[in-house]
């Protein structure tokens, strides 16, 4: 995958090994077990705060009581374990696999612009699992019932990579810049999809739902909702941290990785895969919730550095206390109002995806 001159200048990543300048920060075991331990604790702090407020503000010590199986039944004991706690773990777990996502198309596609929304894997997703909706595809129970969307979300989202893929190939040659452009043009197609199959449908409870995964919400989360998307998260984290040295690998490019001895086509096939199974189940949960896949990579490549055995962790729990603290303003800064999260994330993604477009263009590798 040459570089494009339009997409600027390629990152110099060092070969793993090579003794060569490194991009990021290289820190020592006990300074990287510092920033996940202080990850780990904001998260922890995040949680109680998701759990201890919204509309109606509970004391922590109460919520400490309840979590710790010391309190008494009461209202409160029923708004925690039953409403915010299912919802801000859901928060957690999605936002954790959308940054763990975005860290991985970044790595495979050279470009530090990708993340699941820009290259319509998320439209995909949406416009899979409205599709299961409209025609009512599993509405019965059991466990057609819960897999339907998924699977529907999963179908989409593959269909919609396989599209991008092609646009993006020219002859035997892809670039990142022409990876994300296809990306863009193939979400707003899907989008416009799937306001056709609305409208076909006739049905306005229809748009309410659909309105849930073209913003991202987490409001109907629930703790049968939380376990496709926890072992998703799980599995997936687990599989692509095995193939962190392949990942590095393509960060020296398309020729390095090859004569290094990695088939990268195949690589890249299975990983894309990986990749859109992991953000279909997180968008069927969750709706689309944009730039968290594009954000918190950067910030966690800045934190530790490239390599992805200590990169993918770190962007696992940057991308869970980005969406638990996006989620917790969401409903608290227009209390009683629900705002979807989706909208907060693109209002901060948004600049941020602008402020990379002008480094690049200014010449900076970040």
């Known amino acids: 995958m040459p570089a494009d001159p339009a ?46 407020l919204g509309s109606v503000n509970i004391p922590v010590d109460e919520v400490t009581r309840i979590l710790t199986g010391r309190a008494a039944p009461s209202p409160f004991r029923t708004i925690v374990l ?48 409205v599709l299961v909706l409209v ?58 999809l799937t306001t056709l199959l609305l409208v ?53 490019g398309e020729e390095g990785a090859t004569v290094l001895g990695l088939d990268t086509a195949r690589f890249r096939a ?9 953000t279909a189940v997180m968008v069927a949960a969750s709706g689309a919730v944009g730039f968290i896949g594009l954000m918190v990579p950067h910030a966690a490549r800045m934190a530790v550095g490239a390599p992805h055995r200590r990169l993918l962790p770190v962007a696992a729990l940057g991308g869970a206390l980005a969406l638990v603290l996006a989620d917790l303003a969401a409903r608290t800064v227009a209390a009683p109002q629900d705002i979807p999260v989706g909208v907060l994330t693109a209002l901060t993604g948004g600049p941020f995806f602008l402020w990379l477009m002008r480094r690049r263009a200014e010449g900076s590798p970040v």
Do not use: K
Request: glycine residues 14%; positive net charge; hydrophobic residues 55%.
């Open 270 to 278: 299975v990983v894309f895969v990986l990749a859109s199974l992991v």
């Open 82 to 129: 039953d409403v915010r706690l299912p919802r801000v773990l859901l928060g957690a777990v999605v936002g954790a696999g959308l940054a763990v996502v975005g860290t991985v198309l970044q790595a495979l596609v050279r470009n530090r612009l990708a993340d699941p929304f820009l290259l319509g894997i998320s439209s995909g997703a949406s416009t899979g699992a």
């Open 200 to 252: 076909l449908a006739g049905r306005p409870e229809h748009f309410q739902e659909a309105m849930f995964w073209s913003l991202g919400g987490l409001g109907s989360a629930r703790w049968d909702t939380l376990v496709l998307p926890a072992a998703a998260l799980a599995v997936g984290v687990a599989a692509l941290l095995t193939l962190a040295r392949p990942l590095d690998l393509l960060l020296v």
């Open 7 to 52: 997409d600027g200048p390629a990152p110099a990543h060092p070969a793993p090994g090579s003794g060569g300048a490194p991009r990021g920060p290289v820190r020592g075991p006990a300074a990287y077990g510092l920033v996940v331990a202080g990850l780990a604790t904001a998260l922890t702090l995040a949680v109680v705060a998701g759990v201890a």
């Open 135 to 192: 025609l009512g595809i599993g509405s019965g129970v059991g466990i057609t019932s819960t897999l339907a969307l998924p699977a529907g979300a999963f179908g989409g989202a593959l269909l919609a990579l396989v599209l991008v893929y092609a646009l993006a190939r020219r002859g035997s040659t892809m670039t990142g810049a022409r990876l994300v452009l296809a990306g863009v043009a193939v979400s707003y197609i899907l989008s416009a």
